[in-house]
């Protein structure tokens, strides 16, 4: 699969769902759809907390429980994570909630194996007018070396 791709695919589906609003309602995504880039998803559902919001793992695609090196579904995404080498990643899902607009990513990082991972990700945000944000589709799509 070609990095590029992954992120083309995503968007173009999103911007499929979404009919013209500023974000699709999460209950429009069929992760069918886009079947064969799943294993490189995960689902991030957005919570509101008394200090501004709480990301929580729903769905962790095989791909990326593999690149991760544990598979975090049903954790919360810890912004205090400052060793975690995708804290980049919780950089770009609080800009991205910023913005209410799609977000990609390419960068690298070191995992906790000491492996170069170069990637490149696509953050898809999804929710209502009323409501805000609800969850975000990320696709990541990684070397190692």
């Keep these: 699969m070609q990095d590029q791709r ?75 994570a400052v060793n975690y080498p995708f804290s980049v990643i919780i950089k770009m899902l609080d800009a991205t909630y910023e913005q209410g607009k799609v977000a990609t990513d390419q960068n690298q990082i070191i995992n906790d194996k000491g492996k170069i991972i170069k990637y490149r990700a696509c953050f898809l945000p999804f929710g209502t007018e009323g409501r805000g944000i609800t969850h975000f589709v990320v696709g990541i799509s990684d070397k190692q070396f």
């Excluded at 501004?52 to 995404?77: E, H, I, K, P, T």
Aim: charged share 15%; net charge positive; hydrophobic share 40%.
């Design 6 to 80: 992954l992120v083309n695919r995503l968007q173009n589906y999103w911007d499929l769902i979404r009919r013209g609003k500023s974000m699709p309602n999460f209950s429009q995504f069929n992760p069918s759809t886009i079947d064969d880039l799943w294993a490189h998803c995960m689902v991030l559902s957005v919570a509101p907390t008394q200090n501004g919001r709480r990301y929580m793992y729903s769905y962790v695609g095989d791909a990326l429980v593999q690149m991760f090196g544990s598979n975090l579904l049903g954790s919360a995404v810890d912004s205090k």
